[in-house]
């Protein structure tokens, strides 16, 4: 019944990010979001390491050395910072991270925001995605615009509310 309880999580989340990306206006990303777990390189791997708690690429990747769900997953699903990670173009080739489209950051934002939700439940504050970041931004290889972008609306998530947060973006999204 793992798999039940996998598709549960994934339906949830995704509906987070759903009423998250329509508040934002951004409709399209909001249905077409997170198609890829479905799949069954995706969906069948979830179901295995499902924990309910944490994303089960954690627990594939700990078994296995690398998560096959998550290398799927990040490949295709561009409000992912990893999906714009290349090559330099300095002299030394070196990988670092391309600057995101604003719509991908906001769904970005977005994903953070639902991840917290369904994995904290009611310990969830305004502040979850914001404090989730900072522990492990050391890591991320990520544009500076794409990174200024993301902190300021984390940041704007945690001082001053989802609804608030949520209108500014809106807002912003038509001035383009």
Not at 12 to 17: L, W
């Amino acid at each position: 019944m793992k798999w039940l309880a996998h598709l549960r999580t994934i339906n949830r989340h995704k509906r987070e990010v759903m009423k998250l990306c329509f508040k934002a206006g951004l409709y399209k990303q909001g249905l077409l979001h997170d198609m890829s777990k479905y799949s069954p390189v995706e969906f069948l791997v979830g179901a295995k390491y499902y924990q309910g708690d944490k994303s089960p690429n954690d627990a594939e990747r700990r078994d296995r050395g690398y998560s096959s769900a998550w290398l799927h997953h990040k490949g295709r699903n561009k409000h992912h910072l990893e999906y714009w990670i290349d090559y330099g173009l300095g002299e030394g080739h070196e990988m670092t991270g391309m600057k995101m489209p604003v719509k991908y950051v906001i769904e970005m934002f977005c994903d953070r925001v639902a991840a917290c939700k369904v994995y904290l439940g009611d310990a969830y504050t305004d502040s979850s995605a914001y404090d989730y970041y900072m522990k492990s931004k050391s890591h991320y290889i990520i544009h500076p615009s794409t990174v200024a972008l993301l902190e300021r609306l984390l940041k704007m998530l945690k001082d001053r509310g989802e609804e608030e947060t949520l209108s500014f973006i809106r807002m912003s999204l038509r001035k383009k």
